[in-house]
């Protein structure tokens, strides 16, 4: 069971106010605005609500800790590779003080929390990316975790899932960032030799070398409603190819409708659709012997 109570079952309870007609002077902090709707909403009331937009349904990002809240069985994850810690390969100046910024800032160590859990019942091995931390950009912890991630699920025949956010490759650590996307996809096609199945969720959003190494090498990959997805950015693209894109262009549903990707699920459907997917594939609950 998840350790928020109640969230994927019973009418879902929250407040939300037009653009507008919050006072200026509503305490900082308590208010955030819809990025699609534009509506005021009470953040308790958002967080109790998987981070979805009362009126539009927008997806919030979610942190790590809260992603793995609503997913796995509660207390069923056991962290991998905790002890890798970030350094600075090329003393990229300032780089020391961002990283270490994020941690205070996050209460993480990187941007992906990896471990062993379950999802009603059903053995995965899981990663969470957490975009508050540097963009979940892709330096060698989060290489390095992710590759483990593979090469244990690959060991143990057991299912992997990632949800991946990001916004592309940890500059400050130049090609040792860029080499991640290899290495994360090397082990990946390893586990994909053992037939073993990855699925990958695609949050808002998941762009450049996460996208282009494993966010799209899942056996099944899936996005939330809207999330942005997609290699390079809009801009970039249109200068480079001196072409305008279509609207919608690297959204989820655009995605989906060019055969990028397999589904889209709304967040509040995501733990039971991870969960019959691992049924379907051949899981064995662990509590059935
Ligand atoms: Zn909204």
Redesign the pocket.
């Known amino acids: 069971m998840p350790n928020l109570k109640g969230i994927f079952q019973g009418k879902q309870k929250f407040v939300t106010v037009k653009a507008g007609t919050v006072r200026e002077e509503a305490p900082d902090g308590l208010w955030t605005k ?1 990025g ?4 005021i909403l009470y953040k308790k009331e958002l967080t109790l609500n998987l981070g979805l ?1 009362g ?4 997806h919030f990002r979610l942190s790590a800790r809260e992603r793995i809240a609503i997913t796995l069985d509660e207390n069923s994850l056991v962290e991998y590779d905790e002890e890798l810690l970030t350094v600075d390969p090329l003393g990229f100046p300032g780089y020391n003080i961002k990283v270490e910024a994020a941690k205070q800032a996050t209460g993480l160590d990187e941007a992906i929390i990896t471990g062993k859990g379950s999802i009603d019942g059903y053995p995965v091995l899981a990663g969470f990316m957490d975009f508050s931390f540097v963009g979940a950009s892709m330096g060698s912890v989060v290489g390095e975790k992710v590759a483990r991630l593979f090469e244990r699920a690959a060991r143990q025949r057991v299912p992997v899932i990632i949800f991946c956010a990001s916004g592309g490759a940890r500059m400050q650590e130049g090609m040792f960032s860029l080499m991640q996307m290899a290495k994360t996809a090397a082990s990946c096609a390893r586990l994909s030799g053992t037939r073993t199945l990855y699925i990958s969720v695609l949050t808002n959003p998941t762009t450049a070398g996460v996208f282009a190494s494993f966010g799209s090498l899942g056996d099944i990959i899936i996005a939330e409603p809207g999330a942005l997805v997609g290699f390079t950015g809009q801009r970039v693209i249109e200068e480079t190819i001196r072409q305008k894109l279509p609207p919608g262009f690297q959204t989820a549903e655009f995605a989906l409708e060019h055969g990028l990707i397999d589904m889209i699920v709304d967040r509040r459907n995501m733990r039971k659709t991870l969960g019959s997917l691992l049924s379907l594939h051949g899981g064995r609950r662990q509590d059935a012997g």
């Open positions: 819809c699609k709707c534009g509506g937009c009126d539009c349904g927008f």
